[in-house]
Structures are given as C-alpha cells and as structure tokens.
C-alpha cells in the first residue's frame, strides 16, 4: 500500500507482507527532516552503500516464565535464546510493561523470578504496566534496584518528590554509534485509578509526550524518539495523532500482536506472555530517506531452544511451587474459555462458572466480579482442572466482601460494566443470579436495559435492597465501579474468604462437576 502523507515533507510506503510462522513484516519509507541524523548499527548485514541499520527488540505484557505446550510455546527461557540470535545486530531492547504479575509463580514470589528474566534479555530500557504495582510501590523500588537497566515514567510523578515513582527516569538517552536515541514512558489514567493506591500526580499523556518530545529533540537534541507506552490502543492512537514530535510508538497493556500506522507514525503492540516479539529494522538510506520493517517473530519451540543458563536459575523458583501445582481439584465436564476476547465482552461458561461458585458459598442474592479478575487468557480444557489452571485464572488472590446494594445502584453498576465494552476493558462484568440486556452502541450510562434486568428470575426492584458479593477492589471504586463505594458493607474483606481460597476450597468438597 502507497500512502502520501499530509505532514511536509515526509512520505511515508508502508507494506504489510505475511511471512512463515506467523510472522508479519511492515514496511515504512520516510523522507527525513534535514536535521534528522541517522542511527547506526554494527549490522551491515542487509545495509546497501550510503544507508545504516539500527535494530529494536520490542515486548510487552509477559507473565509466565513456562514455556506452553502449544505454539508459540514461548517462555523466558526460550526468549533469551531468540534475543541471542540476534545479538549480532546490537539491537536496542525496550519493553512496554506487564511483568511482575499476574502469573502462577508472582502469587508465590511477587515478581521476584522475572528479575534474572530481565537481565538475561539485556534489556536496555523499560517501562512500567499497571501489574508492576501489584505489590505495592514500596516492593516495585526494591524490584527496580535489582535490575541492569533504567526504568521511565513521565506522566506520574511522586507528589513527595516530584519525580517519577518508584525511582524511574522521565525520560532515558541511548547514545549508539555516536548518535542519541530519546525514550519517553507515557501511560493512560484509566489503569492508574485501580492499580495504585498511594498519592501520585498524573499528567496526561497527549500533553506531556509533546513536551518530552521536543524538549528532547530541540534542547537534547536526540535524533529519534520512540515513545514505550502502556495504555489501550484508542489512546495510543490519540497520541499518535497528535504528537507528531514522536518517531516511534511502541505499546503495551493490549495482548494482541499488532501494527498500525497512525498520523504517519508506526505504532506496534508485541503480543504478550514471551510468545512473540518485534524485530524492528531502522535503515537510513543516504541522508534524505529511511525505511522502517517491523516483523512479528513467534516463541516457537522448533526454532528456538531454551536458554540453559536461564531455565536453571528459575528452578529455585518453580522448586518452590511446582509441587503444589498439580493437585487436581475437581473433574470439568466443558472447556472452560477464559480469553479476554471472550471474557471481556460476553458472558463465558468460566465467568459463570466461578461466580456460580461464590454465589453457592454464600448464599447471596447476586455476584458481579469485573473480568479483568480472570487472567489466563486461554481455554482450560475439560478434565482434571488442577491448582494450575485456578491459579491462572485468579492469581491475584482478590479479597471479597458483601454489599447492601439498591436496584438503583446496582443498574448504575451494570452501566459501568459496559460502558467499556468495545476496547476489551476488564471492567465488563461476570455475574451470577443477573440477568441483563445492554445496547454497546447507546451513549455510555445508557446502554442497559433496565426492563431486562432480573434478580433471581425476578424484576429488578430500583428501591429494594440486594445482597452483593463483589471484590473490595470494586468496592473501593476502581475500574470505574465507583457506586459501589456508596453501598453499605454488610461484611468486610477481613470477614471475608478471599476469592482463590473460596472456589479452592469449594472445588476440593466436591467430588465432580
């Protein structure tokens, strides 16, 4: 595809070609600014006279060090080796966050195994996710000191020290070759609000990656800016749109392998849990042109061997858990679909399956768990369903508690449970003894239909009261739920068993499903 860009004097091809397992290559031609300098790389290996090559290696969003059973089979191990192949190229390694959990493992070790990870893939510099906060801020520090690289965060600042928290940069130069490649880190507010509970300021993003970017390009005077961003892809497209200062626009938060071109800017997103990455080639041709390919490479075992170094280091984690993984709890009679395609925007058998098991526990009139609690992203398979696969599901061991709630209030929960439907949100909601219809494509606090809600096969009574399990997370207002911040707290998260350990121990009394 030939596009002719708006923007003077760029001109951008881009050409999107499929390759062998599964991997993608995009193409983008831009004529350059004549202050543009060019990057080099000791890889000349597909260099031509008068252009230079620098490489990228970009993840994001990865969780489990195991490798899978299927392909991508993916896993650390097996990244590092593929980092390895390509070492020749002296490529830049960024990632875009989404490590430290949720994963099997991090339920035991809070992260702690994915510092040796990170240093082996050389990373030169990362951002943080949502999931970096997990375990508090005061553990992220700790983390952060036992890495071999800088961390940036631009847009959220301490309010303590006006710096970025958890001892990160607000932006990092790599000089290469002789020449200054600027980094931003820009995240979106949204996953702020649930995921950090100390004080911190935000900036927003649109604003302050155009303040960053110039700064660096006019005052640093770096040659390329390349934005590591963790947020959905409508606002990585927003600042595409409207930071044009920005070069390079590689994204995280999203587990879907993608490339865009937004306002002439090649913005990529690298999959997600080690099963793929991009190699991006930078080739400046002479002193006018460069020409941009980002190919998706997939984990697979029949390419890459595990790292030996690496796999044994972890054994003194997985040693530690493994033993109590395969404890099987139950037999399923169906496949169990917990992808966040599925559970994000529809009603699955998993989500039912869970919240029917609460709502057995404990004898309430409802549940509603937002999805974004269900973090395996797969489909279990029927048969024996083991510590494994409920630790995958719900590693977070969420804390519960019990609400009086309205029917007034509990639609204006409903509302927030699909105000986000279009982008994949884990704020969509998994429920038992709720019935509902919604319009996605109503206004935003408009969309349920009320004469469809039912409660126990009952109409929905606006002024009756209703017993509600929900998360405390969901109680304390996050991921947008904050009505339920209004309702009365019939038994609080201390009186409460906490959602792993209540369908843990729901399963181990039952013989078969």
């Not at 600014?33 to 230079?52: H, K, L, R, V």
């Not at 993916?74 to 020749?88: D, E, I, M, W």
């Not at 993984?325 to 169990?336: K, T």
């Not at 994949?424 to 509902?436: E, H």
């Amino acid at each position: 595809m030939l596009f002719q860009s708006t923007r003077k004097h760029f001109i951008h091809k881009v050409i999107i070609t499929s390759k062998v397992n599964h991997n993608r290559e995009s193409k983008r031609l831009v004529s350059r600014m004549p202050s543009f300098d060019a990057i080099a790389s000791e890889d000349n290996n597909n260099s031509t006279n008068g252009s230079t090559i620098v490489s990228i290696l970009h993840f994001n969003d990865s969780y489990n060090v195991e490798s899978r059973s299927v392909e991508p089979s993916g896993g650390a191990p097996r990244l590092v080796t593929a980092f390895n192949a390509h070492k020749h190229c002296d490529p830049l390694v960024l990632f875009s966050g989404d490590i430290m959990a949720p994963s099997i493992m991090s339920s035991f070790t809070k992260g702690e195994q994915m510092i040796p990870v990170l240093n082996a893939l050389g990373v030169d510099c990362a951002l943080f996710g949502n999931h970096e906060f997990d375990f508090g801020v005061p553990h992220l520090k700790t983390f952060v000191s036992q890495t071999h690289f800088p961390w940036v965060l631009s847009n959220v600042l301490d309010p303590e020290t006006n710096r970025p928290m958890a001892g990160a940069l607000v932006s990092h130069i790599i000089h290469r070759n002789g020449k200054k490649i600027g980094i931003i880190g820009l995240v979106e507010e949204q996953w702020l609000r649930d995921s950090i509970d100390e004080p911190y300021i935000y900036r927003d993003f649109v604003s302050e990656g155009k303040i960053l970017a110039k700064h660096l390009k006019e005052e640093e005077t770096v040659d390329f800016v390349i934005a590591l961003t963790h947020m959905r892809w409508p606002n990585d497209c927003l600042l595409a749109q409207n930071v044009s200062e920005i070069d390079l626009i590689l994204g995280g938060h999203d587990h879907d392998y993608q490339c865009r071109r937004v306002n002439n800017i090649l913005c990529v997103k690298s999959g997600t849990d080690f099963r793929q990455f991009s190699k991006i080639d930078i080739e400046f041709i002479g002193s006018e042109k460069y020409e941009i390919k980002c190919k998706e490479i997939s984990v697979n075992s029949f390419d890459f061997n595990e790292d030996r170094e690496l796999k044994e280091e972890l054994k003194k984690f997985t040693f530690a858990v493994e033993s109590k993984m395969d404890i099987v709890l139950a037999d399923v009679g169906s496949a169990l679909d917990g992808r966040f395609g599925s559970i994000r925007q529809r009603e699955t058998n998993l989500g039912n399956f869970v919240c029917d098991i609460v709502l057995a526990t404990t004898g309430v009139d409802a549940v509603l768990l937002n999805s974004g609690t269900f973090r395996s992203d797969q489909i279990h398979t029927s048969g024996a369903f083991k510590v494994r696969d409920l630790v995958r599901i719900l590693p977070m061991m969420d804390a519960l508690v019990v609400l009086n709630i309205t029917g007034r209030q509990l639609l204006r929960a409903l509302e927030c449970a699909v105000s986000q439907f279009a982008v994949l949100d884990g704020s969509f909601a998994q429920v038992s003894r709720i019935q509902f219809a919604f319009h996605p494509n109503k206004s935003v606090g408009n969309r349920v239909d009320v004469q469809s809600v039912r409660i126990g096969g009952q109409c929905l009574d606006l002024e009756k009261k209703y017993r509600l399990v929900t998360k405390d997370f969901l109680h304390r207002g996050k991921d947008g739920y904050n009505v339920l911040k209004e309702c009365e707290v019939l038994l609080n998260e201390d009186q409460c068993c906490n959602l792993f350990a209540l369908v843990k121990n729901y399963l181990e009394s039952v013989a078969n499903l």
